[in-house]
């Protein structure tokens, strides 16, 4: 599993909650048991333990940094039917048919062998036992006022990404990759993450720039050549001026897909 150069855990996922599995929840119900692979700090694993009350609910993550914090996070809501724990996606520390359910966001586009990872998912679950992915797709992005700017920085983001193996255009392959895996009846989706009022684009730009100043990444693509720190400076700018532009407006495309083991 491949750690994400460009933001931290805690950054990813702090702003995120069950909102972000709102495509899975009506196929779960009351008392199924869970897995949640790549759970970062827990806050979509919280709203998936409360949706399947009494059910218990684990989530592993390979960072045992950020499965401390989900640990606590936990305890400070007080919900009882969930425990996190650090696991390896590509082998899952529990038997086969271990679960009724199982979920990852943000997770494959970080593996170098996400099918291997699927598959292992489909093992732990139980004949019957239902999946939902949720992974991003860098090229349904839409964004404006035309800014060329950002477009130099989404370029420089995808480079950087592909230099250390991510793949931001993997939602587009869920259905395959889950038939591959060997799931059946393979539904898929999409939705949008959007930042349409003056708060949310002011957020999102500062976010962006604070990822460009304190993301080791950067700094190493400065170094191997990617970019300099002049057009670092620029699209620094670009970001700032987006975000006070009245009329910006940002969302980044979701693909979703929900898949069953026969």
Not at 223 to 231: M, P, Q, S, W, Y
Request: glycine share 10%; with cysteine; proline share 5%.
């Amino acid at each position: 599993m491949l750690p994400d150069p460009l933001m931290s855990l805690e950054q990813r996922h702090e702003a995120k909650s069950a909102q972000q599995a709102a495509f899975f929840l009506p196929h779960l119900r009351a008392g199924m048991s869970l897995l949640d692979c790549g759970c970062g700090p827990g806050t979509i694993t919280l709203g998936l333990a409360q949706a399947v009350a009494p059910g218990q609910v684990v989530g592993i993550d390979i960072e045992p940094r950020v499965i401390e914090r989900a640990g606590t996070l936990g305890q400070e809501q007080g919900i009882s039917n969930i425990r996190f724990q650090v696991g390896n996606a590509y082998e899952l520390p529990f038997s086969d048919g271990s679960f009724d359910a199982s979920f990852a966001s943000a997770l494959l586009h970080h593996l170098k062998q996400p099918i291997d990872a699927l598959k292992d998912m489909r093992r732990v679950l139980k004949p019957g036992g239902v999946i939902g992915i949720r992974n991003t797709d860098i090229d349904g992005r839409i964004i404006g006022p035309a800014n060329h700017g950002l477009e130099d920085y989404y370029t420089l983001y995808d480079r950087i990404s592909k230099h250390h193996g991510s793949n931001h255009r993997l939602g587009r392959r869920l259905r395959g990759m889950l038939r591959q895996a060997g799931f059946v009846r393979i539904e898929a989706s999409a939705s949008y993450d959007c930042y349409g009022t003056p708060g949310e684009t002011r957020e999102l730009a500062q976010s962006q720039i604070a990822r460009i100043k304190s993301t080791p990444a950067f700094d190493k693509a400065v170094e191997a050549g990617l970019v300099d720190r002049t057009a670092l400076e620029k699209i620094i700018a670009a970001w700032e001026k987006w975000g006070e532009d009245p009329d910006a407006f940002c969302a980044d495309a979701r693909c979703e897909a929900v898949a069953w083991k026969a």
